[in-house]
């Protein structure tokens, strides 16, 4: 009988951590939920990755030139990594040589927040996650049309999915 245990106990062990592997464990993500998320950062520490916490809750900013998003011109959806909030249409990005997956214009009012950010001695806006207030990057007024915006966004934050996947999501929720 105890043997029995043990072997169960150990099973549902490695379930765990094949779950954790393909972040399972994010039980606020969802491509299609936009009810606001509000966590306390111990609570973010423990459902995102350490990369993805370091930008979204501690406002921090990758390398420039390392986002495999920054030269992509894949089709399909940007979403916030964080919480699956969808932020960016492909056609939407542009070139801006700047080093950071660039965007003019955002898939909806609601899907980004602005906020002032006079940190480093710079007068910059801050843009959020409109729906779980994940630091993404910061937009400037030097894009190109119809906006003239320069959403300037960390890849690490971007979760992409292709055009036909997201179409065979949305369906299979309908
Ligand atoms: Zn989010």
Sequence with gaps: MALALQSCSQAQTAKKVTMSETNKNNPVYSNS???KVE?????WKKILSPEVFHIARQKGTERPFTSKFET??????YF??????????SDTKFESGCGWPSFYEPISKGS??????????????????????????H??????????LRYCINGVILDFKKAEE?????????
Excluded: W
């Design 33 to 35: 939920d936009s009810a």
């Design 112 to 137: 980004i927040i602005y906020t002032p950010d006079n940190s480093y001695g710079m007068s910059r806006t801050e843009v959020q996650c409109g729906r779980c207030k994940a630091h993404l990057g």
């Design 166 to 174: 997201a179409k065979k999501n949305y369906e299979k929720n309908q």
């Design 139 to 148: 937009v400037f007024d030097d894009g190109p049309p119809p906006t003239g």
């Design 39 to 43: 966590l306390s950062n111990d609570e």
């Design 80 to 89: 916030c990594a964080a919480c699956g909030n969808s932020l960016f249409k």
């Design 72 to 77: 992509s011109k894949e089709v399909g959806t």
